[in-house]
Every structure is written in C-alpha cells, then in structure tokens.
C-alpha cells in the first residue's frame, strides 16, 4: 500500500509539473503531515522555536514550492530532497534578515546534535555561518551537503535519507558523521577536531 501511495505522489508531482495545478494541492495535502514531522524534528535543532515555528516553516516552504511547477520532479523522494533544501533557505532568509535588523547583534544559532565531535553538549552556531560552510562543503563534496539538508534542516532519519538517495545507511551514517566534523571545523576557523 505504501508504494501505491508513492506511485500516487509520482503521478500527481508529473501532473503538477505539466501544469495540473489540483495535483499540487493533491500532493500537498498527501505529503503536509510528512513534511510537518520532519520541521518538527529539524526545528528542535533550533533554539527554543525562536526562528520559526513548525507550521510557519512547513507553511513557507509549501508556499515556496507552490512556483517550483516547472521542476522535473521524479518521484516523492526528489520532492522530500527539494523541500528540505527548501526549509534550509527558509531558515537561512530569516536568520539573514534577523540579523541585518539587528545590524548583527544576535545571530541565529542552532545545534548540529550532541556528540558531533565531543562528549559535551552540544555547540550553538550561526545559521548564516552554517549556511556558508555548507556551501563550501557542496564544492568538496555534494553528498555530504544533501544528507546535512536531509537529516539536519528535512528532519529525516539516517534511513529515510539513505532512501532518497539511494545509498546504503552506512555510507549516510558515515558522511553525516564526516560532515558534522568538517562543519564544526569550519565553523570555529579550524580549531576543532
């Protein structure tokens, strides 16, 4: 039943993409809660919902992917991949815009997960900053970049990610793992391990 439902969400993303606008608020209606759980567990990352709250995010990036008609969409995991990149430029606008308001003064921090690179807890860092480490990070490697989005700013578990992009949750565990290292490196201009 579950691959009826992905063949459902395949055919109305083709539909939507042919100019059927009905197969996007199909498609929206179909996948809303989906994309609403995984906000949920991204915004925990964030700092106390002070950002954006769940329902505005998963709401801005359907309004942001209501013009994207015109994209090839292949299946219900292409759709997950471009909206999670989707909540990523949410977050990242706001923060940009926050911070310009702010002339700076308080940046938008949000946590990569405990663990990442020691024992404690876990590091706050500016989401402008994230947002520019992870471009550095697409030139060096474009994978570890998608699982960040998938897992960081989708929400997604290790195997749903390793799912849309069809590698094994190993290769996800072990890039998620890379990335958060070179990240955190990055981000604190070197210094960490």
Do not use: C
């Not at 759709?79 to 938008?108: E, I, P, S």
Request: no cysteine.
């Amino acid at each position: 039943m579950e691959s009826d439902a992905h063949g459902d969400v395949t055919a109305l993303l083709r539909a939507w993409h042919a100019g059927d606008e009905d197969a996007y608020r199909q498609v929206s209606s179909m996948l809303y809660g989906e994309l609403r759980r995984h906000a949920t567990q991204a915004m925990r990352r964030t700092r106390g919902g002070e950002v954006l709250q769940t329902t505005a995010l998963v709401h801005e990036a359907f309004m942001r992917l209501a013009s994207a008609y015109n994209v090839d969409w292949q299946d219900r995991h292409h759709f997950l991949a471009v909206a999670a990149r989707t909540m990523r430029r949410v977050l990242v606008d706001l923060a940009r815009a926050q911070q310009a308001t702010k002339r700076g003064a308080r940046a938008v921090h949000v946590e990569l997960e405990s663990g990442m690179a020691t024992a404690e807890a876990p590091m706050p860092l500016d989401l402008v900053a994230l947002d520019r480490a992870l471009d550095g990070l697409a030139k060096v490697d474009p994978r570890k970049v998608q699982v960040i989005e998938l897992r960081f700013f989708g929400g997604l578990t290790v195997e749903e990610t390793a799912d849309i992009l069809q590698v094994s949750p190993d290769t996800v565990a072990r890039d998620w793992r890379a990335a958060r290292v070179w990240l955190l490196r990055e981000l604190s201009g070197g210094s960490a391990v």
